[in-house]
Protein backbone atom coordinates (compact mmCIF):
# COMPACT_ATOMS: atom_id res chain seq x y z
CA UNK A 1 0.00 0.00 0.00
CA UNK A 2 0.85 3.66 -0.97
CA UNK A 3 2.56 6.00 1.73
CA UNK A 4 -0.03 8.63 3.22
CA UNK A 5 1.99 11.30 3.46
CA UNK A 6 0.56 14.54 4.77
CA UNK A 7 1.62 16.55 1.34
CA UNK A 8 -0.76 13.85 0.09
CA UNK A 9 -3.46 14.47 2.12
CA UNK A 10 -3.00 17.96 2.13
CA UNK A 11 -3.69 17.76 -1.41
CA UNK A 12 -6.28 16.08 -1.59
CA UNK A 13 -8.23 18.42 1.47
CA UNK A 14 -7.35 20.79 -1.67
CA UNK A 15 -9.36 19.15 -4.19
CA UNK A 16 -12.40 17.71 -2.40
CA UNK A 17 -12.65 20.49 0.46
CA UNK A 18 -13.10 17.79 3.09
CA UNK A 19 -11.68 17.49 6.50
CA UNK A 20 -8.07 16.09 7.29
CA UNK A 21 -8.75 13.09 9.28
CA UNK A 22 -11.81 12.03 6.15
CA UNK A 23 -8.97 12.60 3.64
CA UNK A 24 -6.14 10.68 5.54
CA UNK A 25 -9.29 7.90 5.88
CA UNK A 26 -9.97 8.13 1.74
CA UNK A 27 -6.59 7.79 1.37
CA UNK A 28 -5.99 4.27 3.26
CA UNK A 29 -8.85 2.82 1.69
CA UNK A 30 -7.67 3.95 -1.34
CA UNK A 31 -4.39 2.63 -0.83
CA UNK A 32 -3.09 6.39 -1.54
CA UNK A 33 -4.55 6.65 -4.98
CA UNK A 34 -6.29 10.47 -4.84
CA UNK A 35 -9.08 9.70 -7.58
CA UNK A 36 -10.47 6.85 -6.30
CA UNK A 37 -10.16 8.82 -2.76
CA UNK A 38 -12.49 11.32 -4.31
CA UNK A 39 -14.85 8.80 -5.02
CA UNK A 40 -14.62 7.46 -1.57
CA UNK A 41 -15.42 10.97 0.09
CA UNK A 42 -17.93 11.67 -2.56
CA UNK A 43 -20.03 8.52 -2.46
CA UNK A 44 -20.05 8.95 1.64
CA UNK A 45 -21.21 12.34 1.39
CA UNK A 46 -18.37 14.25 2.44
CA UNK A 47 -17.13 16.19 -0.41
CA UNK A 48 -18.24 17.62 -3.57
CA UNK A 49 -15.11 17.22 -5.53
CA UNK A 50 -14.62 19.45 -8.16
CA UNK A 51 -15.05 17.90 -11.45
CA UNK A 52 -11.54 18.73 -12.86
CA UNK A 53 -8.39 17.57 -10.50
CA UNK A 54 -5.82 18.57 -12.99
CA UNK A 55 -4.12 21.07 -11.79
CA UNK A 56 -2.90 24.19 -14.17
CA UNK A 57 1.10 24.20 -13.59
CA UNK A 58 2.92 24.90 -16.79
CA UNK A 59 3.83 28.24 -18.56
CA UNK A 60 3.61 29.43 -21.47
CA UNK A 61 0.67 30.35 -23.89
CA UNK A 62 -2.57 28.88 -25.51
CA UNK A 63 -2.82 30.82 -29.18
CA UNK A 64 -5.69 30.98 -31.19
CA UNK A 65 -6.25 31.82 -34.95
CA UNK A 66 -9.32 31.94 -36.85
CA UNK A 67 -10.35 32.34 -40.73
CA UNK A 68 -14.07 32.24 -40.60
CA UNK A 69 -15.37 29.31 -40.65
CA UNK A 70 -12.48 27.33 -39.54
CA UNK A 71 -10.37 28.15 -36.33
CA UNK A 72 -7.31 26.43 -34.49
CA UNK A 73 -6.30 25.93 -30.75
CA UNK A 74 -2.24 25.42 -29.43
CA UNK A 75 -0.84 25.46 -26.32
CA UNK A 76 2.98 26.09 -26.16
CA UNK A 77 4.68 25.40 -22.97
CA UNK A 78 7.50 27.25 -20.93
CA UNK A 79 9.30 26.89 -18.16
CA UNK A 80 8.36 30.21 -16.62
CA UNK A 81 6.24 33.06 -17.02
CA UNK A 82 8.80 35.32 -18.30
CA UNK A 83 9.33 33.51 -21.29
CA UNK A 84 5.59 33.26 -21.94
CA UNK A 85 6.21 37.71 -22.08
CA UNK A 86 8.74 37.30 -24.12
CA UNK A 87 7.72 38.58 -27.51
CA UNK A 88 10.03 36.35 -29.82
CA UNK A 89 8.14 33.57 -27.63
CA UNK A 90 4.55 35.29 -28.44
CA UNK A 91 5.80 35.41 -32.36
CA UNK A 92 6.29 31.67 -32.45
CA UNK A 93 3.19 30.78 -30.12
CA UNK A 94 1.02 32.62 -32.68
CA UNK A 95 2.94 31.35 -35.51
CA UNK A 96 2.67 27.86 -35.29
CA UNK A 97 -1.23 28.91 -34.45
CA UNK A 98 -1.33 29.94 -37.75
CA UNK A 99 0.42 27.10 -39.44
CA UNK A 100 -1.74 24.53 -37.93
CA UNK A 101 -4.73 26.74 -39.59
CA UNK A 102 -3.13 26.29 -42.51
CA UNK A 103 -1.88 22.43 -42.68
CA UNK A 104 -3.06 20.37 -39.75
CA UNK A 105 -3.40 20.10 -35.98
CA UNK A 106 -2.37 16.91 -35.32
CA UNK A 107 0.62 17.52 -33.63
CA UNK A 108 3.03 15.43 -35.73
CA UNK A 109 1.86 16.73 -38.91
CA UNK A 110 2.01 20.18 -37.67
CA UNK A 111 5.68 19.62 -36.00
CA UNK A 112 7.06 18.72 -39.58
CA UNK A 113 5.03 21.22 -41.81
CA UNK A 114 7.04 24.25 -43.27
CA UNK A 115 7.36 27.40 -40.92
CA UNK A 116 7.91 30.92 -42.31
CA UNK A 117 11.65 31.46 -42.54
CA UNK A 118 12.60 28.21 -44.27
CA UNK A 119 12.91 25.54 -41.43
CA UNK A 120 9.87 23.37 -40.15
CA UNK A 121 7.79 24.31 -36.65
CA UNK A 122 10.21 21.67 -34.71
CA UNK A 123 13.09 23.33 -35.64
CA UNK A 124 11.55 27.24 -34.91
CA UNK A 125 10.80 25.65 -31.48
CA UNK A 126 14.40 24.30 -31.37
CA UNK A 127 16.00 27.91 -32.76
CA UNK A 128 13.64 29.64 -29.62
CA UNK A 129 15.19 27.06 -27.39
CA UNK A 130 18.80 28.02 -28.04
CA UNK A 131 18.21 31.62 -28.45
CA UNK A 132 15.87 32.44 -24.83
CA UNK A 133 17.71 29.75 -23.75
CA UNK A 134 14.71 27.48 -22.08
CA UNK A 135 13.14 24.37 -22.49
CA UNK A 136 10.17 24.71 -24.91
CA UNK A 137 7.26 22.00 -25.65
CA UNK A 138 4.13 21.99 -28.32
CA UNK A 139 1.78 20.32 -25.82
CA UNK A 140 -1.65 19.81 -27.76
CA UNK A 141 -3.52 21.67 -30.95
CA UNK A 142 -6.93 21.28 -31.61
CA UNK A 143 -8.79 22.57 -34.78
CA UNK A 144 -12.93 22.97 -35.92
CA UNK A 145 -14.42 23.63 -39.36
CA UNK A 146 -17.92 24.01 -40.18
CA UNK A 147 -19.17 23.94 -43.56
CA UNK A 148 -21.30 27.08 -42.96
CA UNK A 149 -21.43 29.04 -40.70
CA UNK A 150 -18.74 30.40 -38.36
CA UNK A 151 -15.74 29.27 -36.01
CA UNK A 152 -15.76 32.02 -33.12
CA UNK A 153 -13.09 32.38 -30.17
CA UNK A 154 -12.59 34.12 -26.49
CA UNK A 155 -9.03 34.09 -24.87
CA UNK A 156 -8.94 35.34 -20.97
CA UNK A 157 -6.47 36.47 -19.60
CA UNK A 158 -4.82 38.04 -23.00
CA UNK A 159 -1.84 39.39 -22.94
CA UNK A 160 -2.07 39.82 -26.85
CA UNK A 161 -4.60 39.45 -29.62
CA UNK A 162 -5.56 34.93 -29.84
CA UNK A 163 -2.51 34.71 -26.83
CA UNK A 164 -3.45 34.28 -23.59
CA UNK A 165 -3.83 31.69 -20.65
CA UNK A 166 -6.89 30.19 -21.27
CA UNK A 167 -8.62 29.66 -24.61
CA UNK A 168 -11.77 28.65 -26.52
CA UNK A 169 -13.34 28.12 -29.91
CA UNK A 170 -16.76 27.63 -30.90
CA UNK A 171 -18.45 26.11 -34.11
CA UNK A 172 -22.00 27.33 -35.06
CA UNK A 173 -22.93 25.86 -38.26
CA UNK A 174 -25.81 28.16 -39.71
CA UNK A 175 -26.26 29.70 -42.96
CA UNK A 176 -27.67 32.84 -41.09
CA UNK A 177 -26.38 36.61 -40.76
CA UNK A 178 -22.92 35.95 -40.26
CA UNK A 179 -22.54 38.75 -37.21
CA UNK A 180 -25.09 37.77 -35.04
CA UNK A 181 -23.58 34.17 -35.15
CA UNK A 182 -20.25 35.73 -34.59
CA UNK A 183 -21.82 37.45 -31.53
CA UNK A 184 -23.53 34.09 -30.14
CA UNK A 185 -20.50 32.27 -30.75
CA UNK A 186 -18.13 34.80 -28.37
CA UNK A 187 -21.06 34.68 -25.64
CA UNK A 188 -20.79 30.51 -25.70
CA UNK A 189 -16.54 30.68 -25.81
CA UNK A 190 -16.53 32.73 -23.00
CA UNK A 191 -19.29 30.25 -21.41
CA UNK A 192 -16.99 27.72 -21.85
CA UNK A 193 -14.36 29.66 -20.59
CA UNK A 194 -16.05 30.06 -17.56
CA UNK A 195 -18.09 26.88 -16.93
CA UNK A 196 -15.47 24.27 -17.79
CA UNK A 197 -17.94 22.05 -19.80
CA UNK A 198 -16.20 18.26 -20.63
CA UNK A 199 -19.18 17.48 -23.22
CA UNK A 200 -20.92 19.07 -26.01
CA UNK A 201 -23.98 16.41 -24.60
CA UNK A 202 -24.89 13.86 -23.07
CA UNK A 203 -24.51 11.71 -25.80
CA UNK A 204 -20.42 12.68 -26.61
CA UNK A 205 -19.56 11.93 -22.46
CA UNK A 206 -17.01 9.12 -21.98
CA UNK A 207 -18.75 6.09 -21.37
CA UNK A 208 -16.21 5.34 -18.77
CA UNK A 209 -17.39 8.81 -17.23
CA UNK A 210 -20.76 8.10 -17.00
CA UNK A 211 -19.94 4.54 -15.16
CA UNK A 212 -17.56 6.33 -12.61
CA UNK A 213 -20.36 8.48 -11.96
CA UNK A 214 -23.00 5.67 -11.71
CA UNK A 215 -20.76 3.83 -9.30
CA UNK A 216 -20.49 6.48 -7.30
CA UNK A 217 -24.20 7.33 -7.16
CA UNK A 218 -24.69 3.68 -5.75
CA UNK A 219 -22.55 3.48 -3.73
CA UNK A 220 -23.47 6.57 -1.63
CA UNK A 221 -27.03 5.42 -1.65
CA UNK A 222 -26.25 1.24 -1.33
CA UNK A 223 -28.58 -0.83 0.44
CA UNK A 224 -32.06 0.66 -0.92
CA UNK A 225 -34.20 -0.92 -2.76
CA UNK A 226 -33.39 -2.06 -6.71
CA UNK A 227 -36.13 -0.05 -8.49
CA UNK A 228 -35.27 2.95 -5.82
CA UNK A 229 -31.90 2.51 -6.88
CA UNK A 230 -32.62 2.99 -10.66
CA UNK A 231 -34.59 6.21 -9.77
CA UNK A 232 -31.98 8.21 -8.42
CA UNK A 233 -28.96 6.84 -10.53
CA UNK A 234 -31.46 8.32 -13.50
CA UNK A 235 -32.01 11.46 -11.37
CA UNK A 236 -28.31 11.88 -10.50
CA UNK A 237 -26.94 11.72 -13.76
CA UNK A 238 -29.56 14.25 -15.47
CA UNK A 239 -28.29 16.31 -12.88
CA UNK A 240 -24.79 15.51 -13.49
CA UNK A 241 -24.98 16.64 -17.07
CA UNK A 242 -26.77 19.63 -16.35
CA UNK A 243 -22.78 20.03 -14.72
CA UNK A 244 -20.84 19.28 -17.37
CA UNK A 245 -22.76 19.07 -20.91
CA UNK A 246 -22.35 22.52 -22.26
CA UNK A 247 -25.63 22.42 -24.11
CA UNK A 248 -27.12 21.63 -20.75
CA UNK A 249 -25.27 24.12 -18.91
CA UNK A 250 -26.93 27.22 -17.09
CA UNK A 251 -26.09 30.21 -19.85
CA UNK A 252 -23.34 32.17 -17.88
CA UNK A 253 -25.52 35.20 -19.71
CA UNK A 254 -28.78 34.47 -18.52
CA UNK A 255 -28.52 31.64 -15.96
CA UNK A 256 -32.30 30.91 -16.56
CA UNK A 257 -31.97 29.44 -19.49
CA UNK A 258 -29.82 26.54 -20.89
CA UNK A 259 -26.85 27.08 -23.51
CA UNK A 260 -29.01 25.01 -26.02
CA UNK A 261 -32.50 27.27 -25.07
CA UNK A 262 -30.53 30.29 -25.97
CA UNK A 263 -28.61 28.83 -29.22
CA UNK A 264 -32.34 27.65 -30.12
CA UNK A 265 -33.80 31.31 -28.91
CA UNK A 266 -31.46 32.91 -31.44
CA UNK A 267 -32.09 31.64 -34.60
CA UNK A 268 -34.84 34.94 -34.90
CA UNK A 269 -32.09 37.10 -35.02
CA UNK A 270 -29.89 35.34 -37.08
CA UNK A 271 -32.20 34.30 -39.46
CA UNK A 272 -31.62 30.21 -39.61
CA UNK A 273 -31.55 27.29 -37.72
CA UNK A 274 -28.51 27.29 -35.45
CA UNK A 275 -26.47 23.94 -34.83
CA UNK A 276 -24.02 24.29 -31.88
CA UNK A 277 -21.41 21.69 -33.17
CA UNK A 278 -18.82 21.90 -30.56
CA UNK A 279 -16.05 23.21 -28.70
CA UNK A 280 -12.61 23.31 -27.65
CA UNK A 281 -11.36 24.69 -24.75
CA UNK A 282 -7.76 24.93 -23.75
CA UNK A 283 -6.23 26.36 -19.80
CA UNK A 284 -3.10 25.97 -20.05
CA UNK A 285 -1.10 23.44 -17.95
CA UNK A 286 -4.11 21.86 -17.62
CA UNK A 287 -3.49 18.42 -15.91
CA UNK A 288 0.66 19.11 -15.90
CA UNK A 289 1.78 18.65 -12.04
CA UNK A 290 4.73 21.48 -11.91
CA UNK A 291 7.57 20.71 -9.19
CA UNK A 292 7.13 23.43 -6.95
CA UNK A 293 10.65 25.01 -6.12
CA UNK A 294 11.87 27.58 -3.73
CA UNK A 295 12.79 30.63 -5.75
CA UNK A 296 14.80 32.45 -3.03
CA UNK A 297 17.20 29.21 -2.65
CA UNK A 298 17.48 28.88 -5.81
CA UNK A 299 18.95 32.15 -6.41
CA UNK A 300 20.79 31.82 -3.32
CA UNK A 301 21.88 28.43 -4.83
CA UNK A 302 23.44 30.04 -7.93
CA UNK A 303 25.14 33.04 -6.59
CA UNK A 304 27.23 30.63 -4.10
CA UNK A 305 30.73 30.35 -4.53
CA UNK A 306 31.65 26.92 -5.45
Same mark, same amino acid.
Given at each position: ??????????????????????????????????????????????????????????????? !? /?????? *?? @?? +? &???????? #????????????????????????????????????????????????????????????????????????????????????? !? /?????? *?? @?? +? &???????? #?????????????????????????????????????????????????????????????????????????????????????? /????????????????????????????????
Amino acid at each position: MAEVTAALVKDLREKSGAGMMDCKNALVESSGDIEVAIDWLRAKGLSKAAKKSGRIAAEGLVA !I /VVQGNR *GV @VV +E &LNSETDFV #ARNEEFQVLARGIAAVAIEKSADIEVLLNSHYPGGATVKDAISNAIATIGENMNLRRAAELHVPHGVVSYYVHNAVTEGLGKIGV !I /VALEST *GA @VE +E &LQKLGRQI #AMHVAASSPIALDSSTVDPSVIEREKAVLLEKNAGKPANVLEKITESGLKSYFKEICLVDQPFVMDPSKSVGIAVKEAEKTVGAPV /VLKGFVRFALGEGVEKEVTDFAAEVAAAVKPH
